[in-house]
Nanobody, 119 residues
Framework: QVQLVESGGGSVQAGGSLRLSCAGS????????MGWFRQAPGKQREEVAR???????TYEDSVKGRFTISKDNAKNTLYLQMNTLKPEDTAMYYC?????????????WGQGTQVTVSS
């Protein structure tokens, strides 16, 4: 079955950087819309960024200019480079895969990786 496994989370001070990775098995990222989501305690899950099969991407307003989503289709790996991290970026981060049109929801989800940013 499809598996998405995130890694790269951790604890960092404000202003620092982290790079999250999401490795997929039994799925070919080149044919899927891929996204990163996050959920902080007591808050709803929110979409952080998504990347389409043509490589174009969109970002949630609060991360624009700080986060970059990318993928390596050959390695079947999705990335999220996070720079200038802020305490409000603290959350569990999830990767997800969905239909290639990138217009609807996501079908496959990873287990998440925790990001904690201290002030």
């Amino acid at each position: 079955q499809v598996q998405l496994v995130e890694s790269g989370g951790g604890s960092v001070q404000a202003g620092g950087s982290l790079r999250l990775s999401c490795a997929g098995s039994q799925i070919m990222f080149r044919f899927y819309c891929m996204g990163w989501f996050r959920q902080a305690p007591g808050k709803q899950r929110e979409e952080v960024a998504r990347i389409r099969i043509d490589g174009s991407s969109t970002y949630e307003d609060s991360v624009k200019g700080r986060f970059t989503i990318s993928k390596d289709n050959a390695k079947n790996t999705l990335y999220l480079q996070m720079n200038t991290l802020k305490p409000e970026d603290t959350a569990m981060y999830y990767c997800a895969a969905g239909p290639s049109a990138c217009l609807s929801g996501f079908n496959y989800w990873g287990q998440g990786t925790q990001v904690t940013v201290s002030s």
